[in-house]
């Protein structure tokens, strides 16, 4: 009688919610084809709270045994079909195979299964939600949904019919649906599949693991490569191809235990969902009410945040240069960028090596070693020490950082199949990486006739440091970068770990700049008209400046490509929607410092220190400061109008 009720309760659900009446017209496909099949597959949508008000045993069948559950529906859905005639050519109740796909579980801890926990639960057999980042995954393969077996005694009855009907069952191998030591139930003799029956589905294999495991290796750089211990998936049929790696999801499945895999324990998914990354709303108080203080300036705004960041691991204005750009390559990259170009990669040149290396940069982004740019999604690819690397390790990143993609090549043999295939996937992240010059060997190899101002980058090849949008020298002996606070700070930092050695720190936080981050990098920036000028009117003339009759011009075609990127990023640190032209002269004050280390200074000099002229004091300096910067920018017209023919560059009183 309980089972009856539950027969009449899901017939109810299913004319409620419309379920019905998609099932209709699934039949409906499979009767006009005219083609037996073994099985005949049906997904049938299911809101747990919908059906729980319903009839609260059915539910809790669905929720607890999700098998058991199936075979009422699938009771109900044969009486259907029988009942209107709605497949011809469909003979038993085992033939038609019922997916019952959930909306969503009950927020209960009950419901959520932990990586952290051990052990997990895969005998109850019921359904759990868990929530993962994919770092791996197959290609897509076939698997048997449904086959039909006879006995092969042919005096038998049931060597005739569709009375051994073998389906597919959560957690199952191929071999537990098809092989060939099956007997009759009957007369005991062996069965034999009717292979012209067989239903093939698609399947696909994803590992994916906790958030909380990825964020644990944050900042952390090996050359020696290591693995995430990892969940397996089981995506099927319209599930498959829906997952990327580097992207969070939400995964409602059936932990089972397969003993044939090296992780025993795997997840029958049953419907995934895409996860969102948190926008924040706004900024924190502080940062809100800083920003309004220097409404005044386009300027002083991302000269403070430069300033006072990472103050738990640096004295504020200490490496002010390569902070800001820091913060420009972090509000730049974004996942969900439609175009891939648009991050931000740097270079740098530095002799300080140990304090780059333990910079974790204090943001939130994923920072991961190389190897691992897909797992770098909406984040940063930090891959260390580029002399460290061999020729044909330099050689596949700068074809990845060209395409902004990786593809994997599968021979086919190697996997038993005739054909070779090759996936690609995209790359949304943005790279940092360093030269260490510090090196003896290094340092006996560098060259003495450099031009002035220019870097010898020698060590790795000119074409994969021209890929990077910013070449930074970091040379701690500078008067831009002091000794001594560094040392001061390290000391101090040795002594108490965990403690605020500066006002900024307390003032604003790591969570702080957290949110800040988050909400620059999702602002959708414009430029404006006369910024637009500007930055096409400064890459025609540094390119006319820079090109010989031998080898032609030095700026790259991606030359302008990179200033849009580092002009849009200074629009979003100041949390602007519109570019302006002070956003334009900050980015060509960089990049005219980046092509000066790789190419020597030309008749438009840039100071190395031009974005930061005078240390960061107080209210006084960064006047002096924007001072400066205004006559930058009249000099940065004067270049443009002299040796940027063809362009509409004027001063706003023309």
């Keep these: 009688m309980s089972n009856l009720k539950m027969k009449e309760a899901a017939l109810v659900y299913l004319d409620r919610s419309g379920g019905l009446q998609k099932f209709i017209n699934d039949c409906k496909y499979y009767n006009d084809s005219r083609q037996s099949y073994a099985v005949y597959r049906f997904n049938i949508l299911i809101n747990p709270s919908d059906i729980v008000e319903l009839d609260a045993e059915l539910g809790n069948h669905i929720l607890h045994h999700p098998v058991k559950a199936a075979e009422v529906f699938q009771s109900v859905c044969f009486i259907a079909v029988k009942t209107l005639s709605l497949i011809g050519q469909l003979q038993t109740e085992t033939q038609i195979n019922i997916v019952l796909k959930l909306t969503h579980l009950p927020s209960l801890p009950s419901y959520s299964l932990n990586f952290c926990e051990f052990r997990l639960d895969y005998t109850s057999q019921r359904f759990y939600m868990m929530q993962g980042i994919v770092i791996a995954m197959t290609t897509v393969t076939k698997y048997t949904q449904g086959a039909r077996f006879l006995c092969s005694d042919e005096a038998c009855p049931l060597s005739k019919g569709f009375q ?126 800083l920003l309004s203080l220097t409404s005044s300036s386009c300027w002083k705004f991302t000269a403070i945040l430069a300033n006072i960041f990472a103050s738990h691991i640096l004295p504020p204005g200490t490496y002010n240069f390569l902070k800001l750009c820091l913060l420009m390559s972090l509000v730049q990259t974004r996942d969900s960028n439609k175009e891939l170009e648009d991050c931000l990669d740097i270079l740098i040149i530095t002799s300080d090596t140990l304090l780059v290396d333990r910079n974790n940069y204090g943001t939130g982004a994923v920072s991961i070693q190389a190897g691992s740019a897909l797992l770098a999604k909406g984040g940063i690819c930090f891959i260390g020490d580029l002399a460290s690397y061999k020729k044909d390790k330099l050689e596949q990143l700068q074809s990845v950082m060209e395409s902004r993609s990786i593809t994997v090549y599968i021979p086919g043999k190697k996997f038993g199949d005739d054909t070779n295939q090759q996936t690609t996937f995209p790359i949304q992240c943005s790279f940092w990486s360093f030269i260490d010059m510090d090196s003896s060997s290094r340092k006996n190899m560098q060259k003495t006739n450099t031009l002035i101002g220019q870097m010898d980058c020698s060590l790795i090849p000119a074409n994969l440091v021209e890929v990077f949008g910013l070449l930074i020298n970091c040379n701690e002996s500078s008067p831009c970068h002091p000794f001594l606070p560094t040392v001061q700070h390290t000391l101090k930092k040795a002594i108490d770990p965990e403690g605020l050695l500066y006002l900024a720190s307390k003032q604003f936080t790591t969570e702080d700049f957290e949110k800040l981050l988050a909400f620059a990098k999702n602002l959708n920036v414009e430029f404006s008209l006369e910024a637009e000028r500007m930055v096409h009117g400064y890459y025609l003339a540094s390119r006319r400046i820079r090109t010989d009759s031998i080898c032609g011009s030095k700026l790259s075609a991606s030359a302008l490509k990179y200033l849009i990127s580092l002009s849009e990023a200074h629009a979003r640190l100041n949390l602007r929607n519109k570019v302006l032209k002070e956003d334009v002269l900050i980015a060509v004050l960089l990049f005219e410092t980046s092509l000066t280390l790789k190419y020597g200074a030309t008749v438009f000099c840039v100071a190395p220190n031009a974005v930061f002229p005078f240390e960061l004091y107080n209210e006084e300096y960064l006047e002096q400061r924007d001072i400066y910067l205004t006559q930058c920018q009249q000099q940065l017209l004067q270049f443009i109008a002299t040796y940027g023919p063809g362009t509409a560059v004027f001063a706003s009183d023309e």
Excluded: W
């Design 164 to 289: 051994y009907i073998r389906v597919h069952a959560p957690g199952a191998t191929e071999s537990a649906t098809v092989r060939n030591d099956f007997l009759c139930n009957l007369c005991s003799s062996s069965l034999q599949e009717d292979r012209k029956f067989r239903v093939l589905g698609d399947k696909q294999i994803v590992e994916i693991i906790t958030a909380k495991a990825l964020h644990a290796f944050q900042g952390y750089s090996n050359t020696q490569p290591f693995r995430f211990q990892s969940l397996t998936i089981f995506l099927r049929d319209e599930l498959v191809n829906k997952m990327s790696i580097g992207n969070e999801y939400k995964i409602i499945g059936i932990p089972t235990c397969v003993k044939t895999l090296q992780t025993s324990v795997c997840i029958e998914a049953n419907s995934i969902t895409f996860c969102n990354p948190k926008v924040p709303s706004g900024i924190t108080d502080n940062f809100r009410c």
